[in-house]
T-cell receptor, first 115, second 109 residues
Framework: SAVISQKPSRDICQRGTSLTIQCQVD?????MFWYRQQPGQSLTLIAT?????????ESGFVIDKFPISRPNLTFSTLTVSNMSPEDSSIYLC????????????FGSGTQLSVL | AQRVTQPEKLLSVFKGAPVELKCNYS??????LFWYVQYSRQRLQLLLR??SRESIKGFTADLNKGETSFHLKKPFAQEEDSAMYYC???????????FGAGTQVVVTP
């Protein structure tokens, strides 16, 4: 099955700065999704990243705060902008191969701490 | 409203005992449900999905539309089953998933 390489695996950042998380898939995938997992909580979908178009954001998440790029079928980035301590979380990217393969697979996650 | 409920945060069982993780859902359409597992220091991975009607690592799950449930069961728990388990509901045709809160399973010898 496909593998996603996600980096960085962890980072400690100062408030007001931005961090870009990258996900590289070893094969083409139709859809990519970005999730957030706050401490002690479940996964919450941030947005769906479509190749060649703007990402589709879930309620409570906006493009200015979480800009996403999806330049091709194997790569996506999520930027956490103007960070505050409330953004401390694990961020996960995931991919769906499509074309009948409905098995969503995940990157290893980025543990973000904002001071 | 779409919702996935996993009522148990922690499930502690003895090796060899049966284990059942509860999952209830609320969804107006035809549900498609999954169980994901995260072992210690590993990434989240698909365990099984109701469409496949498969048994993976001895686990099974049956979709009960009448009770809106998708409970995960294994007749004899093993120590390697210790992990975090998430029930998930597919909420659109693109493949978006809504996850439950998760159940931490600890299997003691």
């Amino acid at each position: 099955s496909a593998v996603i390489s996600q980096k960085p695996s962890r980072d400690i950042c100062q408030r007001g700065t931005s961090l870009t998380i990258q996900c590289q898939v070893d094969s083409q995938v139709t859809m990519m999704f970005w999730y957030r997992q706050q401490p002690g909580q479940s996964l919450t979908l941030i947005a769906t990243a479509n190749q060649g178009s703007e990402a589709t954001y879930e309620s409570g998440f906006v493009i200015d705060k979480f800009p996403i790029s999806r330049p091709n079928l194997t790569f996506s980035t999520l930027t956490v902008s103007n960070m505050s301590p409330e953004d401390s979380s694990i961020y996960l990217c995931s991919g769906l191969p499509g074309q009948g393969d409905e098995k969503l697979f995940f990157g290893s996650g980025t543990q973000l701490s904002v001071l | 409203a779409q919702r996935v409920t996993q009522p148990e945060k922690l499930l502690s069982v003895f090796k060899g005992a049966p284990v059942e993780l509860k999952c209830n859902y609320s969804y107006s359409g035809s549900p498609e449900l999954f169980w994901y597992v995260q072992y210690s220091r590993q990434r989240l991975q698909l365990l099984l999905r109701h469409i496949s009607r498969e048994s993976i690592k001895g686990f099974t799950a049956d979709l009960n539309k009448g009770e809106t449930s998708f409970h995960l069961k294994k007749p004899f728990a093993q120590e390697e089953d210790s992990a975090m388990y998430y029930c998930a509901l597919k909420t659109d045709s693109w493949g978006k998933l809504q996850f439950g809160a998760g159940t931490q399973v600890v299997v003691t010898p």
